[in-house]
């Protein structure tokens, strides 16, 4: 897992177009990749139907109940829609997203 901090912040949205997502993780130094930690801000586009997924599936821990996982991003979400943006801080994510976050 990687520590780090999350900002989910909704783009201008086109009219009649679903809402876009910009994800930008950044993460903590650490010594096991400290060339790719703590240097750059990693980012990827979610569309709005695929954020409640995202949340659920990929950024919350697999332990934790699913009934609680969809709580959160319920929660998540509502604030997003109300505010623009949320800041999520500290969270952990998984080695194969951090990867999917550095792809170009």
Partial sequence: MIHG?????????V?????????L???YPARQRPAEHGAIT?????QGHELRDFFMLQLLNE?????RREAMANEWIATLQREGQICLRP??????????????
């Fill in 91 to 104: 969270v952990e994510i998984s080695e194969e997203l951090f990867d999917r976050l550095t792809e170009d």
């Fill in 63 to 67: 332990s934790i109940a699913l009934e």
């Fill in 42 to 46: 990693q980012q990827m586009i979610v």
């Fill in 25 to 27: 993780f950044h993460p």
């Fill in 15 to 23: 009219e009649g177009s679903p809402p876009v997502y910009r994800v």
């Fill in 5 to 13: 901090g999350m900002d989910v912040i909704q783009e201008c949205q």
